[in-house]
């Protein structure tokens, strides 16, 4: 009896929890109104392409053919990917090119950051000019760097020579073993300053009072920064850090105007080998098969991002 | 007490020392970045004034023997075919990146608004769901888009950039206005409406207003975003006459591949409107990303 009346009471609590949900919907259905069309948006150029990038990893499309003339493999695809030997190499040039790009800008941009807090004449100026590398297109980056590095033109060779460095100009970006460092360097001009403006903004919400309170009980200038600063910036470093390692790991432009990916693949980095593969050699499965994969790494980043992103939003819930 | 005296201004020399190291060092380090950053572009400007012939000496010209406006008088030339590709290509992109500049800012400020304002069922999923764009490469979504495109008859059109742009602004445009949001008192909304004005009064008198450095911040992101955008519309558009300037550039100079001082003063007139946008505005974007985002 008891047992009896005990489940049917969970059942009605379990369905009116659920209608509750619905009249909750219902009740806030005004409220939707606002995000729709985000949402709508969203879902036309977002869910519609997931689908379709993971319906046509399964299938071969013969280059040259229409694309409704693919036929379904399994997971060939796949297969294919994880035993060839360009995809190791290419995932160690993402990997370098990532960790390297994100963990100097995000030095370079921090240690501005902090030397631009202080007061001095043409601070201003300073700042403006360093921001500008991140305003400016990575189309016009990538070519005012090839030409910087021009085998035989190049101002960084020249200077090389005229120094007495190097017999003739190196050839930066048309070497194996140089062209992703110079392409690294290319893509910190362009990247580092994003991390400034983060933390300099990051810096402005640290109170003055607990640094002068510092400085009163004799903390030098190195435990202020280790205790106070560093601790207070901990949520905006890691949104830096992940903004900066997304955006490097999607990045596209530079590589693909200064090298094409070249020479025999050492500056080929994911994205710019998926769009080879997709646009190059039209072997959409093989690239939606990559993407796929793409998705499955990115996802697990995406944990974090989120996680991090929304760091801010939980504490003021809680507080 | 003479020791006191006598130790006192001795230690303080010493904590200025230690201080003034960090002071070199950190002048030291921003000299050096700002060799980093400057010199690379003042050799773009200073290649651009050069003859195409001049620019191909080695060694070079430090400074250029007979400084020209040459090549840019060609860009800006309506009479020149160069410099009417040129000036269409700047036309498109201008026309492009303000159309999803003014969307977006449409679209972002009630979504945000909600975010911060509304607890809504699945507000939190939708929420990192708009986030989550920004995760991904726009590669991914080059040919599932291509073919949606076409379908709504929008290839060749500036319309199927405008509508790919607003969606990878909008993720950091929603993000940035809803801190900003959070951080405006609920009470000035309720005052507002206590005086009679309607939920939607309350928010273009009292919330929108002070909501004013976000919603620039967010707009000068989402132009440069546009402005710079390079693979959709490299994939997109195939006639020569609705190029934006980054692919109508590149395919320019992948004909005429010697001609740097042309390609460099390409680089520089479309550097341009978004570094003035950018340093006229700057203020604001930092603003909106201290009052904003990063606060905690």
Redesign the interface.
């Known amino acids: 009896m008891t047992i009896v009346t005990g489940k049917a009471e969970a059942r009605r609590r379990l369905r009116s929890a659920r209608s509750g ?1 619905l009249r ?2 219902w009740k ?1 259905r005004a ?5 729709l ?3 709508a ?2 879902l ?3 869910a ?3 689908y ?2 993971i319906e ?1 990893s399964f299938f071969n499309t013969p280059p040259g053919l229409q ?1 409704r003339d693919k036929t379904f493999v399994g997971i060939d695809n796949y297969t294919a990917i994880l035993t060839s030997q360009v995809f190791w190499r290419v995932t160690l040039n993402t990997m370098i090119w990532t960790v390297a790009s994100t963990f100097i800008s995000f030095v ?1 941009g921090f ?2 950051a ?3 807090h ?1 007061d001095f004449i043409g601070r201003g100026i ?1 700042r ?6 991140w ?6 980056a990538s ?3 090839k ?2 590095y ?1 085998s ?2 190049g ?1 960084i060779g ?1 200077v090389l ?2 120094l007495g460095l190097a017999d003739r ?1 190196p050839n930066f970006i048309d070497s194996v073993s140089t062209v992703l460092p110079s392409l690294i360097v290319v893509n910190i ?1 362009r990247e ?2 994003f991390a400034m ?2 933390m ?3 810096l ?2 640290i109170p003055d009072q607990l640094l002068r309170a510092a400085k009163v009980d004799g903390a ?2 190195w435990q202020r920064f280790w205790h106070v600063t560093f601790p207070h910036l901990r ?2 470093s890691t ?1 830096t850090i992940l ?1 900066l390692a ?1 955006a490097n ?2 990045s ?2 530079i590589p693909w ?1 200064m090298t094409g990916g070249g020479p025999s693949n050492a500056s080929h980095i994911w ?1 710019t080998h ?2 080879e593969l ?2 190059g050699r039209q072997r ?1 499965g093989v ?2 098969a990559y ?1 796929v994969l ?2 499955l790494i ?2 697990t ?2 944990y974090f ?2 996680r991090a ?2 760091g ?2 939980r ?2 819930g809680s507080a | 007490m003479s020791t006191i005296a006598e130790t006192a201004p001795r230690n303080q020399a010493r904590r200025r020392m230690r201080i003034d190291g960090w002071r070199w060092g950190g002048r030291i380090f921003l000299a050096f970045m700002l060799l980093y950053t400057a010199l690379p572009m003042i050799w773009m400007l200073l290649t651009s004034i050069k003859s195409g012939f001049a620019a191909m000496q080695f060694p070079p010209q430090w400074w250029p023997d007979q400084p020209n406006l040459s090549s840019y008088q060609k860009l800006l030339d309506p009479q020149n075919s160069v410099g009417q590709d040129f000036l269409r290509f700047f036309w498109n992109s201008l026309v492009v990146s303000t159309a999803t500049t003014i969307l977006s800012v449409i679209v972002a400020v009630p979504a945000a608004y909600a975010f911060s304002r509304f607890t809504f069922p699945g507000r939190n999923f939708l929420f990192f769901a708009v986030l989550l764009r920004n995760m991904f490469p726009a590669v991914i979504f080059l040919v599932p888009l291509f073919i949606l495109m076409r379908a709504l008859g929008l290839v060749n059109t500036h319309g199927s950039l405008v509508l790919t742009y607003l969606t990878f602004g909008l993720p950091l445009a929603i993000w940035l206005l809803k801190g900003f949001y959070d951080n405006i008192p609920v009470q000035l909304e309720q005052a507002a409406r206590i005086d009679g004005a309607t939920r939607f009064q309350a928010f273009i008198l009292i919330v929108m207003p002070l909501s004013t450095p976000g919603i620039i911040a967010t707009a000068i992101y989402s132009f440069i975003g546009a402005w710079n955008e390079y693979i959709y519309a490299y994939t997109f558009l195939s006639k020569n006459e609705q190029l934006t300037l980054p692919v109508g550039i590149q395919r320019f100079f992948s004909e005429n591949t010697t001609d740097f001082p042309g390609l460099m003063a390409a680089s520089f007139m479309m550097s341009v409107p978004v570094v003035v946008l950018f340093l006229v505005l700057q203020r604001y974007f930092v603003r909106a990303l201290t009052e904003g985002a990063v606060k905690h």
């Open positions: 949900v909750k919907v806030h409220d939707y109104a606002y995000v069309p985000a949402i948006v969203m036309i150029v977002i519609y392409p997931i379709y990038t046509l694309l370079l240690a501005a902090l030397a631009l202080r300073l403006a000019i360093l921001i500008i590398p305003v400016i297109s990575a189309v016009a070519y005012i760097w030409w910087i021009h035989d033109f101002v020249a020579v005229g100009p001009w580092f300053p403006i983060m300099m903004a990051g402005q919400t030098n200038a949520n905006v949104v903004l997304v790991f999607n596209f432009i105007i994205i998926i769009y997709a646009f959409w690239a939606s993407s793409l998705f990115l996802m980043l995406g991002y989120v992103l929304s801010n939003e504490k003021d």
